[in-house]
């Protein structure tokens, strides 16, 4: 994965014991990037669990999401450009027929905006889903039923390309899974400016319901 240039790199192996407590509840996950783009939670219930080897993840550490957990980053118009990319490694480990919050920035006031990736669980779905907004409605390429799988990591993939991140058609909005692409789309975008960017947690602004991983 290219690493120069990143303008967040959240990765579990830069946790230390300064960051999480005696439980091992995380409070602040930090940028490997340099660019102190730092995703915190000081509310001890929505803190995730550092796990210091998990065999699924060749015994590398990882962040456990459950509950309401999520770890926030400000918002930030670097992590909000007209084009991007962004990759995740990530597993649900519960099929508990619901939506599953990966990564999410986006916005609702006035308009729908920004993006999120998240493992639809619901029903025999047990897929991944990459939106976009729209502006009155959203737009969502998926990975095939079946390819979220309990307890399997994917790495995954999502791109815009084009536009001009105010309603412009783009030239692409891809997902792919494990390096394969599985989905592609031309939108129009509207790229998120005001809201935060989180890592476990998808919120729902029309039922106002919260979706979080209960993954890692």
């Keep these: 994965l ?3 240039g990143s303008v967040l790199w959240l990765k ?4 230390t014991s300064e960051n999480y407590d005696v439980n091992r509840l995380v409070s602040r996950w930090p940028d490997s990037s340099n660019n102190q783009r730092d995703a915190i939670q000081s509310t001890t219930l929505d803190q ?3 796990v210091a080897s998990d065999p699924a993840f060749n015994n590398q550490p990882v962040i456990s999401f459950g509950s309401n957990d999520a770890l926030i980053t400000p918002f930030d118009a670097q992590l ?3 084009e991007f990319t962004t990759f995740i490694v990530m597993c649900s480990n519960n099929d508990n027929n619901n939506y599953q919050g990966g990564l999410e920035s986006r916005g609702f006031g006035g308009n729908r905006r920004g993006y999120n990736i998240y493992a639809n669980m619901s029903g025999s779905n047990n897929r991944w889903e990459f939106w976009v907004g729209e502006d009155t409605s959203w737009n969502n390429v998926n990975a095939a039923t079946g390819s979220a799988v309990v307890n399997e990591p994917n790495l995954l993939t999502m791109f815009i390309r084009g536009g001009n991140g105010a309603g412009a058609m783009v030239t692409a909005q891809t997902l792919r899974v494990d390096g394969e692409q599985v989905a592609t789309a031309t939108p129009m975008y509207h790229k998120n400016i005001n809201e935060p960017t989180q890592v476990g947690r998808l919120n729902d602004a029309s039922s106002g319901s919260t979706f979080p991983l209960i993954g890692k």
């Design 12 to 15: 579990a192996d830069a946790i």
């Design 2 to 4: 290219p690493i120069s």
């Design 80 to 82: 909000n450009t007209n």
């Design 48 to 50: 995730p669990l550092y």
